[in-house]
């Protein structure tokens, strides 16, 4: 089987007895491994030199799309260009060798980062003490709702609802779900924001919460964000502040200042961590002090100028997660505050809000836009013009933007847009970098209304052309097989 673009599959590359090093003979006695153990064949593995294996992996890796290689405007997932000096510093064998199960006296500077890392993400989002433990955004509010719930059983009654808008990202209902509230949904008003009066309809003394994105996944800042506060709490309720779009507001504006009493931060988006193909990330959670005694233990807490982990916290929801959290991430959070301080920080999310609005005003005469306000670190345009005139749809100017070389934005998503394209060009492209993506995506309008059929048949200069993504999430075929050997 030979691929579209000519990479072999490794598999189908050297000749037998073949080998990628040179080992000394065996100077041990061959082990006595139990007949009934052994293969009665040798495993069928590739057999080729160290370059082919080099190249092979190198080519393979050129296939791929990264930050590394080009503009990544992924909506909602902030695809920035993460300092290599935050990577070097997770690297230093002294953090990266230890062990979790090490003592607390032993690794002292490992607690100093955690302490110092909690104060600062604490400073960021204005509350009293967070969390490392929740790995990623989603568990951080799994988390963030389990605090929630102790909260109101602490008081009697756990109550039954949590309230999230229409415009929310799905973790967000799935989490309450998960936690086994009633998902209640909120309109959207006309301006992007939550619909006050319906909020105003929803609340009663079995609202345990609202959870809220802000900036909210249309990019927009909500213009009513202390009356929803303040009606939440009147109510009894509390407020989940979605932090995945931090990006937007480090610096300017805090989810305490807003009323918030619990926020997740994604380091995977804004902290320096590299978002997407699998890899750790982590989502700590803060909290007001009202909720503090519920956090999952342990905290790490100073004492004479030594830190100790503190499990004596008889309230606590319990763990969330073994250890400490993904302590790799951390200490790249850690670097990347260090290293751009507070001025740094407030100006990454200045030039985010800067780019995004630079590319909206820029693509507004090409595509609909159906929330025409200023926008924070992303916006949300509509193909709904082009869906219309010429029958080409967001997913084939998604596709088209390949053959130009940039990895295209989110695409129906929120799913209150129709043909949504949400853009987040991030705070670390040039202008240069900018314009061009504008260019191209203007040239795209212009082909949908000229050639249609040649943005349909997009993408024509990757390996792959477009895939069955139905078939390919429900019947993952991943594994290589020799052939003759069926899939089971
Ligand atoms: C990314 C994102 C999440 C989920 O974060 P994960 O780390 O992917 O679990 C939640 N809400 C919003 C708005 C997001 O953009």
């Known amino acids: 089987m030979l691929r579209k673009d000519g990479v072999p599959l490794i598999f189908e590359m050297g000749s037998p007895g073949r080998r990628a090093c040179s080992l000394p003979e065996a100077d041990v006695p061959p082990a006595d491994i139990p007949a009934h153990l052994r293969r009665e064949k040798p495993p069928r593995l590739p057999e080729v030199s160290e370059v082919e294996l080099v190249r092979h992996f190198t080519a393979l890796s050129n296939l791929n799309f990264g930050v590394d290689t080009g503009f990544y405007p992924l909506g909602s997932c902030t695809m920035k260009y993460n300092p290599k000096v935050d990577e070097a510093v997770a690297r230093l064998p002294g953090l990266a060798g230890i062990h979790p199960y090490l003592p607390g006296e032993a690794v002292q500077g490992a607690l100093q980062i955690i302490y110092e890392l909690e104060r600062y993400l604490a400073e960021i989002a204005g509350m009293a003490r967070v969390t490392m433990q929740p790995a990623a955004g989603a568990h951080g509010e799994l988390t963030g709702i389990f605090l929630i719930r102790a909260y109101h059983e602490k008081r009697g009654n756990p109550r039954r609802k949590i309230l999230v808008p229409d415009s929310a990202h799905g973790t967000n209902p799935a989490t309450a779900a998960m936690a086994g509230y009633e998902v209640v949904s909120l309109p959207s008003d006309r301006r992007g924001g939550i619909d006050v009066r319906a909020l105003e309809k929803a609340l009663d003394g079995d609202v345990a919460g609202l959870m809220l994105t ?4 249309l990019g927009l800042f909500d213009e009513n964000i202390h009356v929803i506060t303040e009606a939440v709490h009147r109510a009894g309720g509390l407020l989940y502040y979605d932090g995945a779009n ?90 990347y505050i260090r290293s751009l301080g507070a001025p740094g920080l407030k100006q990454v999310s200045g030039d985010a809000v800067l780019a995004a609005n630079y590319v909206m005003q820029h693509l507004k005469p090409y595509f609909d836009l159906p929330y025409d306000r200023p926008c924070m670190h992303e916006f949300v345009l509509s193909g709904k013009r082009q869906k219309d005139a010429f029958g080409v749809r967001t997913l084939d100017m998604a596709k088209r933007l390949l053959d130009y070389g940039f990895h295209p934005p989110t695409v129906y998503f929120p799913l209150i847009v129709e043909e949504a394209m949400m853009i987040e ?27 249609p059929a040649k943005v349909h048949a997009a993408p024509h200069t ?10 390919a999430a429900r019947q993952p075929d991943l594994r290589w097989r020799p052939e003759g050997e069926q899939r089971v």
Not at 308 to 314: E, G, M, T, V
Not at 425 to 451: C, K
Not at 462 to 471: I, K, V, W, Y
């Open 214 to 217: 802000n900036p909210n996944t």
């Open 246 to 335: 931090a990006n937007a507001i480090m610096g300017y504006s805090r989810p305490g200042d807003m009323g918030f009493d619990v926020v997740h931060f994604n380091l995977h988006k804004t902290f320096a961590t590299p978002h997407g193909g699998g890899g750790p990330g982590a989502g700590p959670v803060g909290v007001k002090e009202d909720l503090v005694p519920f956090l999952p233990v342990p905290l790490v807490e100073r004492r004479e100028g030594r830190y100790h982990l503190d499990y004596d916290r008889p309230d606590s929801i319990g763990r969330v997660r073994s250890f400490y959290g993904n302590f790799g991430v951390l200490v790249k959070a850690y670097a």
């Open 425 to 451: 060009p991030t705070e670390t492209e040039s202008v240069e970098t900018l314009d061009a993506f504008i260019a191209a995506m203007a040239a795209i309008a212009r082909e949908a209304a000229e050639d």
């Open 462 to 471: 990757t390996a792959f052309g477009r895939l069955d993504e139905t078939r």
